[in-house]
């Protein structure tokens, strides 16, 4: 019998399957190519439809069912902020309690693939894979190498920011990592709310907007996530204010609450709204951000080669990435 294993990315922006036969992947679909809803973000039911009927197989032919999430990672840092944090835990527990979701109930959405499907079955098919951890093998394992130095860099996912790795062979060792709420995706957003771009995903826009800027505001910048000697980046926790929460979920769509506190605005000014004319102060700003997120991003990557030594030449795998039909 062939190994049959379909991958989800579920309760999360742009929710999505893929499936893999033997590991070479057959089809992978986003949930909103379906449902016209940009970043859509439930329970990708119609993607994993699609992915069946590729492959031509059911439920109760796979093998195993992935999500990159996992509920209990980390359950020992999360207690030690709730105890630091309690305003902020509060925050975020209301805030997802408020989306109805629930990741651990995810099998019984699976009827909703197949009619009378046995939902206990598809329970114990499932795999839960820490969320960085699943970043690093998206990367690794579709590589051509033996052996790489690996980085996962994001807002948050199961408690973690950034994480760094080794990979060789089929395995991959975490090496260091940071928690919530020292992240380079939330300080990145932090300025994307403040230049007037409030929707989930617009960090694009201030990237954009970089180039038609000097870098001029860098020094200021790096005061909100400073580098540290030797090793990662620091928090300024003065700077943001999760106490709003994070991302929720309204109708399926990633909402970003605004984290940037007062001490934002008393350093660079008052918050550039909506709709608002772009100066050149704005764009020299996201010419400092993107310059100054580029400078942690190297001195991530400097400490990632500390922990993984010298090159000693590229090792690539036997053969190549087996990747099937594109969709």
Known sequence: MPEIILGLNAYHADSSAAIFVDGTLIAATEEERFRRIKHWAGFPSEAIKFCLREVGCTLGDLTAITIGRDPKAKRANKAAF????????????????ANKDDILLLHERFREV????????????????????????????????????????????????????????TEIEVLESVDFPASVGLFYTAFTQYLGFPHYGDEYKVMGLAPYGEPRFVEQV??????????????????????????????????????????????????????????????????????????VIFHILHRLHELTGPRQGVHRRRGSPKLSRKR
């Open 82 to 97: 709730v105890f630091k944090h309690p305003r902020v835990a509060k925050a975020l527990w209301s805030q997802r309690s």
């Open 222 to 295: 790096a005061e909100v996530l400073p580098l540290k000697p030797g090793g990662l980046y620091a928090w300024q926790p003065d700077f943001f204010d999760f106490t709003g929460g994070v991302v929720s979920y309204p109708d399926h769509l990633p909402t970003v609450a605004p984290i940037f506190s007062e001490r934002f605005e008393a350093l660079f000014g008052p918050a550039r709204k909506a709709g608002e004319p772009l100066t050149q102060a704005h764009k020299d700003l996201a010419s400092s951000v993107q310059r100054h997120t580029e400078h």
């Open 114 to 169: 197949e009619p009378g499907v046995d939902v206990e079955a598809v329970k114990a098919k499932l795999r839960f894979i820490e969320h960085h951890r699943s970043h690093l093998a998206s990367a690794f394992y579709a590589s051509p190498y033996e052996e790489a130095a690996i980085l996962s860099i994001d807002g948050s996912g199961d408690f973690t920011t950034t994480m760094l790795g080794r990979g060789k062979g």
